[in-house]
Every structure is written in C-alpha cells, then in structure tokens.
C-alpha cells in the first residue's frame, strides 16, 4: 500500500495493515502512534511524527478498500437493499419461522446516551470583545467531506428534524389531567436528562459530545446517532424510535426514563401515529429502576409487565462498558476518523462479539428461568404460610397496592388548604404574641436636647417604634393571609387550639414533614447506591475513584442528618413511627419499599402485601410468571438461530458456487471469506445448544425450521440420472477359516470412526 498517490517513496504491507486493525478492534485503545512505534523498534528505526501521519492515510485507503469489497459482496448476494442490515441484524430476534406462536411484545430493544466517546471542537485561541469578555475562537476543523460507509448512523439532518419545533408542538398537544400525564409523576427530579435546563446546555469544548445507539435484548446493534454540542437530548430518541418504529414495527423499548419517554411520545404529533398500530411500549431497565419511585416501577418496570420475560432492558450499559475504550483514540480525532473508527468497531461487535456469543447468552437466559422455576415449591411452603390458598391472590394484591400509592399521590385541594391555614393561624399567633411583647416595652423617657444622655435614649425610642412598625406589618400582612383562606375555605368561625379542625390539621401537617423528610432520605440514599456502583465499575479511573469516594463520604454524611431528621418527624407523628437505622435504609434502597413507609389516609399495617414475607412471595410470583414467558420467548429464538445458521450457510456456498462458475473467482473468494467470517463458530453453537438440551426442562426444538424471509432459499440441485451413477466397488475381504469371508484388520474400527463422525456431521448438520 503507496502513503501517496503519485511518487510514492514509502509503502505498507496489507498484513500490518490488517494486523492493526484486528489488534484495535480487540484493544479499542491501542491507537496509530503505539502501533508505528513498535514497527519502529521492530526494524530498529527512529520514530518520525510522519510516520504516524503516512500510517493513518494508508490505513484510511485499507478501510475504504475494504468497505467497497464488503459493498461489491452485498450487492452480488442481493443485499444491498435499503436497511437490510437493521432487519436482518439480530437472527434470534428477526429470523421468524413459519407456524411460530405469537407472543406480546415480540421485538425488544434498548436506547440510552453515552457520553465518553467525545470529541474536542478544534478553535482558535479565546478571543475579547468591546467589552473585555472571552468569546470562543473560530473553529479551524480540518474539511473533510467523507462520509463514513455503512447505514449505522442516521444523518444529522434527520435527527434535526425532531428537535424543538417537534417539542414545541408536543407541548401544544399537551392536556393536562390526562390519563397519560401521571405516568412517571415524581421520576422527574431524580433524573438529570428529564429536566429541560440540564438537558438544553451546550458544551463549549466539544462538538460530538457522546453518542446514542439502540440495541435488541441481544446486544445486536440497530442504529446510532451523535450527540452533537449539547447533553441527552429527546430529538435523539425520538430519531430513533421513529427510524425503529418505520422499519421494524411492533417494539417495546427499555430507556431509563421509560416512564417519562413513553409519554412524550404518545403525545408528539409525528410520532403518535406511528406507535398507534405498533404496539409501542416504554418501559424502564432493571437497575435504573431503583431510582423511580414504587408506582412508576410497578407500571413500567418489566418484573410486572406482562410478556417481558426476564429482561432486564440494560444491554446499553454492558455495551458501553466495552465501547468505552475507544475514547482514547477518538477524543482528539477529526470528525471522520471518529466516526470511522466507532462504526468499524460496532461492526467487530456485532459481527464477532455478539454473534460469538449468541448462543451462550440464550443458554445462559435459558438457565436462569429454569433455575427460576425450580423455586415453585418454596413459593408454595411460603403461600401456605402465609395462608394464601391461589396464586391469583398476589393479583388482587399488586392492584391494592397500585390503589394504595395512587392515593398518595396528590393531597386533596381542601386538605392543603386546611394545612396551609393552620399555618397561618399559627403564624398570626406567634407575630400577635411578639407584637404585644413590643408594644408592652415602655418608651425610654428622653431628655432635654442639651442633656449628654439625649441621643442615645432618642436612638432607642426609634429603635423601638421601628419594631412595633415592623410588628404591626407582619401581622397585618399574615390577618390578610388568613382572611383570604377563610373566605376559600367557606367562611366559619376562627379557629382555635381547642377546636377540632385545628387538630386535625395540625396532624396533616406533621404528616407532610414525615414524607418529605422520607422523600429526601430516599434521594440520597439511591443517589449513594449508584455511587457505590460507579467505584466498582470496571475502566474506572484512580483519580474518578478517589473523587467517588470523597462524594461517598460526604453523602455518607448527608444521609446520617436526614436519617435524623426523618426520625424527628417519624418521632412527631401521633402514634410515633418505628425509627429506621441505616441497614433498614439500605434494604430499602434495593427493595423499593420507601413508598410503603408513607402515611396514608388507610393503616395498611395489618394488610398482606405490605408485610415483608407477604412481598416477598409477591415477587417471587412475578418471577415465576416472567421466567414461563422467558422459555416462551426462547423456544422461539432457538430455532431461529438454528435455521438461521443452516439457510445463511446453504446461502453463501450456492452463491460462492454460482460466482465460480460465472468466472468471478475474485468475489467467490470474497463470498467464501464472509461465510468464513461467522461460520467458525456454527460448531461453537451447536455444542452449546445440544448441551442446553440435556438440561431437565428443556422444551425448545434443535431441528431446522422454515423461515418466512424467503430471501435466503436456494434452488434445489438439478435431479441425478441413473445413467450418472458410479458403481461403487465391492469392499475385499479374506476368506476365514470357517468358511466365511474374514474382515480386513482394523475394520471394526473403521465403522467405529465412521460413525462417530457420522454423528458429528448430524448434528452440525441438525
């Protein structure tokens, strides 16, 4: 490979070519430099900055080469159709047979926002205006109009389309007190890419400042957009959702604010009439599922939706924990190269990564619902116990539960009413009682003006009328506040501390301090619990580390004074709350029962679903009923796979043979070098798949299915002549010594070998 176009004085073998780029797909954070300088110490050379430089520029021309090879081979097998590749992307996911059962929610993926791999905005130095302030510089961005192959990306024009006029527009369609508006409600504020001002700022140093790609349950990917000089943005999933929606249909989408997400595309215009006759469905992923309180969790976390399975809708998190390592050869990258590098990466992941391991993740998922089924007989030692008789009861339970936290949703309008005018008869009471104090103060008696004592007793008079002044304003300002109250509430008598009204809403208002201080206690507790998993994270830096843990023990700190104060207004309430202590806390934190420690306008203490074994079983019902549409789903996928692997196979060798035989060994080799490409590790999965068979419950099928894409049949071969048949020859054998014919030595063996190996092509085959 020529560094140059014409004179050439330098060249690079396609192996090294090749070498690095296998050795950066799999260590995405080896970049050009470190690989040139150990060509150098190879060939025991000086290092140069131009030969990073005529390295890169060869190794753009071997990518494209290689892009247009793939692109010939495509075109040849007659995929080169708008979005093939996002239709065939995942084979258990969209590789349907023939007479399959259908099952709700057939198609599950997963978006979220990424936002290492960035990238530095190229600028000038700072410049001032008129004025002195600093103005960012001009960009000096290199032009380069290339385009990076492929149809992983969707156009930046396309994402614009859905930015804020879509959301102005959403926001006109608005009706408030709709059934939609309370999904979610109170998710909001636990999450910086829900509120408008984290989510609308734009970052000065970079211009793609992460990306945002989709992902099926297999952790296939479909397609990705940049986020471009701003944070998490709604455009960028709603470009996406519209491009899934449009393409593949019916699609139930994890995000980790499903909740919100959901209904605000129900809502958008454009996107209302797509999720219209596709069964949309946003729901929210299993870990980020802590941080949403308990009755959006149990409308949208995946345990309680019925055909889910036991996903856990977290497959961007596992992906980013591996892209991740490309950011340290594209941060300084221009905007092509970054954009090469990612796309040639995903399709490493896709193709060797995902595709590899395939078949242990179904076996894995496979496993654990058999794992999960095998608890039945403990849920019914505990239902017994429990004296629950059916597990229908556990229903009618869930939707008490629904019933209970809808009722502490939002306090009536005449009770915060009634609080807010305890509060002010309070307020007036205690200004009144300081007003009397003051006007109860006598005025000093003031001197004659040539007496030495005259300006400090006038200083203390005014003094004292600017208190009363001050006094008489308050209180007058708190009388109109209460006036006003009592004419909202319908007029009345004042209350008093002996009256009825004003104990009960005194208790009213010690209730609210109880749940707001439990609302705070609970923030800073989830905010804690996703510390701690950020510390254990892998790719986790030593100084991030050391910054985490100063945060842990200042949060640490924050969560011992709001456990005190919760316990103060815990200890406030009439009967006393039991105190909590920090283990409780934690529990809490991952059992998502803070909700249940809410007063309600009902004692829920003696019902079932509220004790801890009663929720327990709940739960485990769930699983059990989750773990059953799990093998559902995989019994389905399975065959997929299977027939999937069988027809791509006969597919690529009949179209191998075809090119041979028109004289186009070039691109038959090229056809030979794609089938290569996954099919060394048909054999992996097959052997996995057969071991999941002789697992005891296993109820899916091995045997090769009829697909419904018919893009992939091959004619069958031309019928055989008698005349063509070869007569084998007989096989020789020795005469023996009672009359036989004596089999030649080793024969036994032979059949032995033959059939073992006979086996071995069967269940390839299978």
């Known amino acids: 490979m020529p560094v140059a176009a014409l004179f050439a004085s330098v060249v690079i073998t396609v192996r090294a070519l090749e070498l690095f780029r296998v050795l950066q797909l799999c260590c995405p954070r080896m970049g050009i430099q470190p690989f040139v300088r150990a060509l150098c110490d190879i060939h025991s050379i000086a290092p140069r900055p131009y030969l990073s430089t005529q390295f890169s520029i060869t190794y753009d021309v071997y990518l494209a080469i290689l892009a247009n090879v793939d692109a010939r081979v495509q075109a040849a097998l007659g995929r080169d159709t708008p979005n093939w590749r996002l239709k065939n992307a995942c084979p258990a996911c969209m590789y349907k047979l023939e007479g399959e059962v259908p099952i709700p929610l057939p198609f599950l993926a997963t978006i979220d926002g990424n936002n290492s791999l960035k990238r530095f905005w190229r600028r000038e130095r700072e410049e001032f205006d008129a004025d002195g302030k600093s103005v960012p510089g001009a960009s000096k961005e290199r032009l380069d109009n290339r385009v990076t192959p492929g149809d992983y990306y969707l156009p930046r024009d396309e994402v614009d389309k859905w930015s804020k006029e879509g959301l102005e527009e959403l926001m006109r369609g608005f009706v408030p007190g709709s059934e939609v508006e309370d999904e979610g409600e109170g998710c909001t504020e636990r999450w910086q890419n829900m509120k408008e001002d984290m989510t609308a700022c734009v970052y000065g140093m970079y211009d793609e400042t992460g990306i945002f790609p989709a992902l099926c349950r297999h952790g296939f990917l479909l397609v990705v957009v940049d986020m471009v000089k701003s944070g998490e943005l709604a455009k960028y999933g709603f470009a996406v959702t519209a491009h899934l929606l449009r393409v593949l249909g019916e699609l139930g989408l994890g995000y980790d604010i499903g909740c919100k997400y959901g209904k605000m595309v129900r809502m958008h215009p454009a996107l209302s009439s797509l999720t219209a006759g596709n069964n949309f469905r946003s729901l ?339 699983k059990l009923l989750r773990a059953d549409e799990e093998i559902a789903r995989l019994n389905l996928e399975i065959p997929r796979f299977i027939t999937y692997m069988a027809d791509e196979e006969a597919f690529l060798i009949h179209h191998e043979g075809r090119l041979r035989d028109n004289g186009n060994t070039v691109l038959a080799h090229q056809v030979w070098l794609q089938r290569r490409e996954r099919g060394r590790f048909h054999a992996l999965h097959m052997d996995r798949l057969v071991k999941l068979s002789k697992e005891p419950g296993f109820t899916a099928s091995l045997l090769r299915g009829v697909s419904v894409n018919k893009e992939r049949e091959v004619p069958a071969p031309p019928a055989r002549n008698e005349d063509d048949d070869v007569e084998m020859p007989a096989a020789t054998s020795a005469p023996r010594e009672d009359g036989g014919e004596e089999e030649e030595d080793g024969g036994d063996g032979d059949v032995d070998v033959v059939a073992d190996a006979l086996e071995h092509i069967l269940r390839i085959t299978a």
Not at 365 to 385: C, D, E, N
Not at 558 to 565: F, I, Q, R, W, Y
């Open 284 to 622: 929210v992923g299993a870990f980020h599922g802590h941080a949403h309180n308990r009755q959006c969790q149990l409308s949208n976390l995946a345990t309680y939706v019925s055909g889910m399975g036991l996903e856990d809708l977290e497959g961007c998190e596992k992906y980013f924990s591996q892209s991740n390592g490309l950011a340290a050869t594209t941060r300084y990258a221009t905007a092509f190269h970054r954009q090469q590098a990612i796309t040639t990466y995903m399709k490493h992941a896709d193709t060797v990564g995902a595709y590899q391991g395939l078949s242990l993740l179904l076996a894995s998922k496979y496993r654990r619902a058999l794992k999960i089924k095998g608890t039945l007989p403990l849920l019914q030692q505990t239902m017994a116990s429990l004296g629950v008789e059916t597990r229908s009861v556990f229903e009618t339970w869930l939707q008490k539960e629904k019933v209970y936290l809808a009722s502490l949703k939002k306090e009536p309008a005449h009770e915060t009413l009634q609080m807010e005018y305890y509060q002010k008869l309070v307020n007036l009471r205690d200004h009144q009682e300081r007003l009397d104090a003051i006007m109860g103060v006598e005025t000093p008696f003031i001197p004659a003006p040539q007496d030495a004592t005259y300006a400090q007793a006038a200083a203390q008079t005014r003094r004292i009328e600017m208190q009363r002044r001050h006094a008489t304003e308050i209180r007058d300002k708190t009388l109109a506040g209460v006036q006003d109250l009592e004419i909202r509430l319908g007029g009345g008598p004042r209350w008093v501390p002996e009256d009825e009204e004003w104990v009960k809403a005194a208790a009213m208002l010690r209730n609210r301090r109880y749940q707001r201080a439990l609302d705070e206690l609970e923030g800073l507790v989830v905010a804690r619990m996703f510390e701690l998993s950020k510390v254990n994270m892998s790719d986790t830096g030593y100084k991030l580390r050391k910054h985490i843990a100063k945060a842990l023990q200042a949060r640490s700190k924050g969560v011992k004074s709001a456990l005190d104060t919760y316990n103060t207004a815990a200890a406030a309430l009439s009967p006393p709350r039991t105190p909590l202590t920090w283990d409780q806390i934690v529990d809490y934190a991952f059992l998502s029962d803070f909700d249940l420690l809410r007063e309600g306008r009902e004692d829920i203490c003696d019902e079932p679903w509220a004790q801890p074994g009663g929720r327990l079983a709940m739960d485990q019902h769930f």
